[in-house]
Every structure is written in C-alpha cells, then in structure tokens.
C-alpha cells in the first residue's frame, strides 16, 4: 500500500496529494478528526466512532477505483462501510499488540514522496502548504502516516511468515493440470409467437425501471488553466535569452560516435605485458589490413569480434574513463594506440561520427516563448490552485466567490448522463464528480484535475431524476426483450428436460438424435484451453468427479445466453510438467503468500467476530 502511495504521490495541486494520500487512510478509520460532536455516528467499533463523511469518503474511492464497471451505489456503500469496521478492527489490535512505527521511518516515508521534493530533495514549504490548504496540522498527517505503517506491519509480519510445502505444491498442480472428457450439446433460442397485448403490458408493469430516461444533471463550472494564465506572462527578448541559456540542453543535439574495438585480454594464460605486445603488433598490420578483419579474427571479445568490433552509438558512462576519454579524442577513421582497462588493451577505432548542434536563439524563438511563459506561469498556476482549492472549500454553496477571487469565468454545460456528456462533459472525471452525491446535494465539487494543468470546480445547476418512460414509447422494445426472455426459458426447461434423461441413464448421443441437436466431444481438456467457451470450461472444472461408470450431468448458460448440457464422462488427475518443475521456488513462494493472505483474513474476520461493534443502518 505504502509502496503504491509513493508512486502515485505525483499530483499538482494540495489537494491531489490529500486524495492520494487521505482517502486510503480514511479506509482504516482515521478521517473522522473534525466536527465529531455535530452528527450522530453510523458506525462504531469500540469507542472509534464513524461518521456519514467516512462513509461517504470510502465510498468515493471505491467508486473511482471501480470506474466503467455497473455496481449498485447502495451495494458500494455497504461494502465501503465494511472496510472501514474491518480496517478499524485491525488498527485496533495492532496497537493492543504493541506495534510501533518509529519517527525515523515515519519521516523518511514522507520525505521521499516525490510530490514534496524539489529537486530531488524534501521541500518543507511545499509540505506545509499541503496541510494549511487542508487544515490539517503536521502531528495530524503523521500520525495517519504512522497508523498506515503500523498496519502494514502487522500484516506482512502474517503473510511473510506464512510457506507452502512441495506436498502443497504437488497437490496444487494435480488439481491445476487436471484433465478431462466431457460431451456437450447447445439448447439454442427458438422462435417465439407475437406475445399479447396483456403480456406486453405486464411486462412494462414489471419492468418499469429498465425504460427510463436517464438521470441527467447540467453543472456550472470554473477552469484553472495554465495555459490561460501563460498568455498574460510578458516575454521580453533579454528575458527570453537568459531563459535560452539556461535551456540550452533542449535544444542541443549530442554527437553520434560510433565506435569497433578489438580487446588483448589480460588473464591467467596472457600477463599484462603480452597484451600490450599484441596489441602492439596488431596496431601495425591496420597499416595492410581492415580493422573489421583483424577484429574477427584476433579479438578476445568474442561477441563483438563476429561483428567486426563493432560496440554501437558510444554513450558516456559506459566504459571506464581512460576508454571513455580515448574514444572521445578520436577522429573519423582514426585509430587509437593500445588503451588499457580492467579487462586488457584495447584498440579503438571511430566508425561513425556525427557532431553535434545547437539550435540558434533565432530558429527556437516562437517555441523557446511558449515555454518561457509556461514555465514563468507553473508557479502561479500552483498558488492559484490552492486558492481555487481553499475558497471553493469555504464557500461550498456559490462558485461566484471562486470566481471573483480568481478572475475566472463561470461556465456551464449542457444536460450530462452519467455515461455521456459534451464538450467538457465528456471526460469521465468530471461526470464522475456532478453525479457525486456531495454536489447533488447542493456542495460545490473537489478541484478535478484534468491532466497536470487544468483544474475545475463545478457545482449542480439543473438535476433530473431518471423518469419512466411510457409504453407507447417503448412498446417495441418491451416486445423484444419479452420475447427473448420467453425464448430463454424455453431453452432452459429444455435443457433441465433433458438433463433428467441423461440422469435416468439415456445416452446424450440418443437424446440429442431425437431433438436434432449436435453433440460436441471434449477430450483431454485442460484449463487453458480457449477455443470454448470460458464459462463452459469453468463448470465442467467444477463438475464433481463421475462415480463409476455414470457421468456427471450439469447444465450452464452460456455467454450468449443460450443452455448446454454437459456430460462429464472421465477426469484425469494432473502431473507436474518439466516446465512446472523450474518453477518450484516461485510456486511455493506464491502460493505460500496465499496462504498467508488467508490466514490474514481469517484472522481479521475472527478479530471482528470478537469486536465490540455497532451499525446503525443510514436511512
């Protein structure tokens, strides 16, 4: 968790770090620091009490973690009510257990998040304008830092602990490389009569939910963009050369060398001195012979010498430096005397040699302004960022003073859903956030980033609840999906019909003779095999072994959402291949983690048993 935090601890603004940082953690039960009197508590574990906020708070990283999948909004909330008892649960005991992070390691966690560096080194004003623009005091933060820690801790402390044994891994491969022989035939979709008009509308009366016009909500909005804040930078043309000077490298492109050696190794049948002769000696025959030849035909490294000598582009760093310095004197063509390293005495000869250039102010001046104005404006985009942050924090019910403050323009959109919008609309974040349960109650939204250098806050303007449609207006579609669903009760009564038959002991051949269906053989089948159907393949792995001579009979929907009866005649248990044997150490090392994350949370769903706990369900 911890490891994933510093990597992703690269936002813009005060309040990506905070979301970064702070929302796991509010996941363990540490959010609640504020205002804990003015609200009645929908959750406690022991004498920790949870609010509505930390509920809501989870749920909003479960619900951003879960982006373009359809989950139920109660079912997320539920599930993020949970995590926070969990997590409460397990803090708890790993303190009564006495688990400490100390200071030193503390500090050196945050010191390293590369969102507080400048430089490549910890900047303490950039960490305290974090916690100002979130009114948070330092002691606050760390101790959320420490508390991750402790519980980090405790848990590898588990999981590293836990080993698999060859027998584990052995048994885990005979279930993993099973094979096994199975029939099966396809109960397809047949077609269906006109449905009547009463059928057709006692479907729409019970399905009512399924033809609605989408919730839809518009939101009024304001941006932050670097890029408006550049045009106001002024570039002045001494300002734009010293920027110039100091961006040269940019525009600077390095000399291509390309060089060939050929090696006189120094080693246990070859001394210092025989080396430097033959190199020598071979410096001489260059005079009457190609250095690509000599290279194949005396170098002591091997694979260079098949390809004449050649190493490639030389790049500074990779050699040793008396090397480095000889190849980098050299001209076009030339060759060095003997030049010794740690592996012998080299000759050195320069293939290729492209010289590098520097791009004129004059050429660079239009490209070289632009950036001047970004990188002049990146500071004040910074500090714009947390006022838009701080005063849209404080003045949740308006974006006027927002907008005032920061002489931005408010926008609006048009009607969003929540899987479609125009304009800005369209980007995920922020039909994410106008549908966000804080601003559809009215609350202006958490600065969205857009890339590293857009900001927005929006806030609701018009919202319309998903409203049923009639059944004039969707009478067609009413009769498709009754139809289909008749179809695919007919192919389900189908198949159990012919299930029992099989189980009564009627071959699927016959049976499938007389309903004209065609039966598919599976022989020798593995897991990985693909060309089925994964669901097909998943039940017939999870069919029970056939006792005897009597198979075991089942049947599944597929993907299409069409039945197949399967009869599974003959299972094969599995072997550990040659392959499989390579990988012993990492399959008990992997399969010992699994075991640990089990006895983890087995451990954790025993503490919770015990825990003193109350829910009071929200309304």
Known sequence: MLTKIREKAQGAFAWGI??????????????????????????????????????????????????????????????????????????????????????????EFITSLPYFQVDGKFDDKRYKA????????????????????????FQQSIIDSSFATQYDVESFFKIQNQQRDAEYLTVTYQKQAQPSDQEISAYYQLHQDSYQTPEQVSVQYVELALEDLAKNIEVTEDKLKAFYEDQKGQYTTPERRKISHILFAINDKTNEQQALEKAK????????????????????????????????????????????????????????????????????????????????????????????????AENAFYEAGERLTESSFENPDNLQTVASALNLKIKQTGLLTREHGEQIGADEKIRNAAFSEEVLKGNNSTPIELGADRLVVLRVLEHKPAAAKTLQEVN?????????EKAKQQAIDTAKQIKGRLLSGESIQSVAAENKFVVKKLTGLARNRNDIPVELRQEIFKAAKPIGDKPTVLTTELSSGEQAVVSVAKVQEGVMSADDKKQLPLALKNIGKAFGQADFNALINSLQAKADISVKVPK
């Open 281 to 376: 000696k071979t410096k001489v025959e260059l005079d009457s012979k190609d250095f690509s030849v000599l290279a194949s035909e005396v170098s002591d490294d091997k694979l260079t010498a098949k390809a004449g000598g050649d190493l490639g582009l030389f790049n500074a760093g990779d050699m040793e430096k008396a090397f480095e310095d000889t190849a980098s004197a050299l001209k076009l063509g030339e060759v060095s005397e003997p030049v010794k390293s740690s592996f012998g005495y080299h000759l050195i000869k320069v293939t290729e040699l492209i010289p590098g250039e520097v791009k004129s102010f004059d050429s660079v001046k239009s490209e070289l302004s632009v950036a001047y104005q970004k990188n002049q």
């Open 18 to 107: 905070l979301i970064i940082i702070c929302v796991p953690f509010a996941l363990w039960g540490i959010q609640n620091y504020l205002d804990t009197g003015k609200e009645p508590a929908v959750a406690t574990v022991g004498d920790k009490n949870f609010y509505q906020r930390d509920v809501n708070n989870a749920y909003e990283q479960y619900r951003q973690s879960l982006q373009g999948v359809s989950i139920d909004e109660e079912i997320l909330k539920a599930q993020a009510l949970e995590k926070l008892i969990k997590d409460e649960v397990l803090l708890q005991y790993a303190y009564k257990a006495g688990l400490v992070a100390s200071d030193e390691a503390t500090r």
């Open 130 to 153: 974090l916690l100002n623009a979130q009114k948070m005091s330092s002691a606050e933060f760390v101790g959320r830092i420490k508390n991750a820690m402790i519980m980090e801790q």
């Open 476 to 484: 067609t579609q009413v009769i498709a999906a009754l139809s289909a």
